[in-house]
C-alpha cells in the first residue's frame, strides 16, 4: 500500500458518506485519491457490476457507508427492500473488496442490532441476545450480517490474506445531507420538517406519532465520520485488544439520551414554532429506550463533540439551504 491510501467511500452522497469525504478533505487526504460512485454509475446490489468495478479500481481502503435507511414508517412498509437491498450491498462490497486485495475495509452499522429490550447502556456483548424491535428487524438483521461478514473474513483469511475488517455501530445520526421525506425519514428530519412547514403555515398543532415517552440518542454526523475514520485508522494491535474475534464492532455514540417528547420541544424551539405538540399514542413507539454504551471506542481515543442543540441548528440550517 501507498502512503497515501486509495480510498473508496461507497455512498458519497448520502448523509454519512458525504460526511466521511469531507472528513479525510480536511485531514489532507489528496481528492485524488479517493474513489467515488453515484448510484447511476455504480449499483451495489449488482454483483457483477460490484466486482468489476473492485477489479479496476483496486483501492487499499474501503468506507461502506451506503445502505437502504429510514424510519419507523419506511421499515414498517418496506422490510423486503430494506433486508435485501442492504444484505446484497455488504455481501457484494466485502466479497468483491476481498478479491482485489483491499486489506481494510469499514462497515457502518446500526443501533437497531441490539435486542428491543437489552440492558440499557448497550454494550457490544449484548448482540444477538435477544428478540430484535419489530418495526425494523428485517434492516436490523441485515445490519448484523454485516458485522458478521466482516469478522468472518477476518477470521478465514485474516491472517493468510493481511485482512483487517470492521465494523461501527452508530447511534441515531443527523445532520447536513440528511433525508426529510415526509414519510420515510428518521425522527430529527421528519421534525424539522413538520415543524418548519407547521411555522411557515402558521399552525396551530403539530401532532407527532407516538407517545413521546421513548428515549433516544442522538449523534452528529461528523462526529460519526470522525470516529470511523479514527477507527479506521487504529493499529490493528490496539484495535484487538478492544475486541475479540466474533465480538469486533464497536458503538459509536454520545453517551446521552432524550426523550422524544423533549426533543420535540427542542426541535420546535431551533425551528421557531411557538403553537402546540400533541402525541398520537395510536402510533407505534418502537424501542423503549436505546442508548449505547460507547465506553469501548472511548477508551480508544474518541469522544463525541457537537452538543445536541449545536447540531440541530446547524442541521435546520441545512435543511433551510437545500430542502426547504
Not at 460526511?19 to 485531514?27: C, H, Q
Not at 455481501?91 to 437489552?118: E, H, M, Q, T
Not at 426523550?259 to 402510533?283: C, M, P
Not at 449545536?310 to 440550517?317: E, F, S
Request: aromatic share 8%; with cysteine; net charge neutral.
Amino acid at each position: 500500500m501507498s502512503s497515501t491510501p486509495k480510498i473508496y467511500v461507497a455512498g458519497h452522497r448520502g448523509m454519512v458518506g458525504s460526511s466521511i469525504v469531507r472528513t479525510l478533505l480536511a485531514a489532507d487526504h489528496p481528492a485524488s485519491a479517493l474513489v467515488l460512485r453515484t448510484h447511476a454509475e455504480l449499483d451495489l446490489c449488482n454483483q457483477a457490476q460490484v466486482q468489476a468495478f473492485f477489479a479496476t479500481e483496486k483501492p487499499d481502503q474501503v468506507y461502506l457507508a451506503a445502505a437502504k435507511v429510514g424510519g419507523i414508517h419506511a421499515n414498517n412498509t418496506l422490510p423486503a427492500d430494506f433486508i435485501y437491498q442492504n444484505l446484497m450491498m455488504q455481501a457484494n462490497v466485502v466479497d468483491a473488496a476481498f478479491r482485489s486485495g483491499v486489506k481494510k475495509l469499514l462497515i457502518l452499522g446500526s443501533s437497531c442490532i441490539y435486542p428491543r429490550l437489552a440492558p440499557q447502556p448497550m454494550g457490544e456483548a449484548a448482540l444477538l441476545t435477544g428478540t430484535l424491535e419489530p418495526t425494523n428487524e428485517p434492516y436490523a438483521i441485515a445490519k448484523i450480517a454485516g458485522i458478521k461478514l466482516c469478522e468472518s473474513y477476518n477470521r478465514q483469511y485474516g491472517q493468510s490474506h493481511g485482512i483487517d475488517y470492521r465494523s461501527v455501530m452508530p447511534t441515531n445520526l443527523y445532520g447536513p445531507g440528511d433525508n426529510y421525506h415526509p414519510e420515510n425519514s428518521h425522527v430529527i428530519p421528519a421534525l424539522i420538517r413538520r415543524f418548519h412547514e407547521a411555522r411557515v403555515n402558521q399552525a396551530p398543532m403539530v401532532t407527532i406519532w407516538g407517545t413521546g415517552s421513548p428515549k433516544r440518542e442522538f449523534l452528529y454526523v461528523d462526529d460519526m465520520a470522525s470516529a470511523s475514520v479514527h477507527v479506521m485508522n487504529l493499529p490493528q494491535a490496539i484495535y484487538s485488544q478492544h475486541t475479540s474475534p466474533m465480538q469486533s464492532h464497536i458503538n459509536v455514540g454520545c453517551g446521552q439520551d432524550i426523550s422524544i417528547a423533549e426533543l420535540a420541544q427542542l426541535v420546535g424551539q431551533t425551528v421557531g414554532y411557538t403553537g402546540a405538540i400533541d402525541f398520537d399514542a395510536s402510533k407505534p413507539d418502537g424501542a423503549p429506550r436505546k442508548l449505547m454504551d460507547s465506553s469501548r471506542i472511548n477508551a480508544l481515543g474518541w469522544q463525541a463533540q457537537v452538543a445536541l442543540q449545536d447540531g440541530l441548528q446547524q442541521a435546520y440550517q441545512d435543511f433551510l439551504k437545500n430542502h426547504a
